[in-house]
T-cell receptor, first 117, second 109 residues
Framework: GAVVSQHPSWVICKSGTSVKIECRSLDFQATTMFWYRQFPKQSLMLMATSNEGSKATYEQGVEKDKFLINHASLTLSTLTVTSAHPEDSSFYIC?????????????FGPGTRLTVT | KNEVEQSPQNLTAQEGEFITINCSYSVGISALHWLQQHPGGGIVSLFMLSSGKKKHGRLIATINIQEKHSSLHITASHPRDSAVYICAVRIQGAQKLVFGQGTRLTINP
């Protein structure tokens, strides 16, 4: 089956620093990638949708200058949390949708646990 | 009211029991996903349905488009099935998924 990887799987950073999370589709081309965050015992919350080669579309309430998303290729999207604060500590998950038409399939990465101290 | 509602929120059963998790939604959809999330956090896509029924091993997923309802069944449940099961729908005309709150399943040996 289709595989999506994330790197790193966990990261600890100090307040005020930036951290980059990578999401890769390993065996398919993903024209669309999604970034979610999940707080403990809560469901996934969509942060943004990114289409290859264009600017990401952010959900209401998500600061685009704080959560920078780049989808420069059909297999890689990155999420950069800038000037991280402890309240940004969360579980970040990406998913990717194959590029062929009429596909509703979506494959999820294993997630990245971010802790900001 | 959430667009996607799951029941029950929590379910504890004994090994071997037949498990049913329900998902109801209130919008027109193009597809429905059942996802599994283990305590470590990673999400596995179990099924994607737009009609009818799918089976994979001990897992069966059904959907009734007219009634806006889907069920996930687990036969001969095992402790390793313990996880959070999440129903997510793709609203017609949209790219993003709308998620249910999840059902936390615990199977005791």
């Amino acid at each position: 089956g289709a595989v999506v990887s994330q790197h790193p799987s966990w990261v600890i950073c100090k307040s005020g620093t930036s951290v980059k999370i990578e999401c890769r589709s390993l065996d398919f081309q993903a024209t669309t990638m999604f970034w979610y965050r999940q707080f403990p015992k809560q469901s996934l919350m969509l942060m943004a949708t990114s289409n290859e080669g264009s600017k990401a579309t952010y959900e209401q309430g998500v600061e685009k200058d704080k959560f920078l998303i780049n989808h420069a290729s059909l297999t890689l999207s990155t999420l950069t949390v800038t000037s991280a604060h402890p309240e940004d500590s969360s579980f970040y998950i990406c998913s990717a949708r194959p590029g062929h038409t009429k596909s509703y399939e979506q494959y999820f990465g294993p997630g990245t646990r971010l802790t900001v101290t | 009211k959430n667009e996607v509602e799951q029941s029950p929120q929590n379910l504890t059963a004994q090994e071997g029991e037949f498990i049913t998790i329900n998902c109801s939604y209130s919008v027109g959809i193009s597809a429905l996903h059942w996802l599994q999330q283990h305590p470590g956090g990673g999400i596995v896509s179990l099924f994607m349905l737009s009609s009818g029924k799918k089976k994979h091993g001990r897992l069966i997923a059904t959907i009734n488009i007219q009634e806006k309802h889907s069920s996930l069944h687990i036969t001969a449940s095992h402790p390793r099935d313990s996880a959070v099961y999440i129903c997510a729908v793709r609203i017609q005309g949209a790219q993003k998924l709308v998620f249910g709150q999840g059902t936390r399943l615990t199977i005791n040996p």
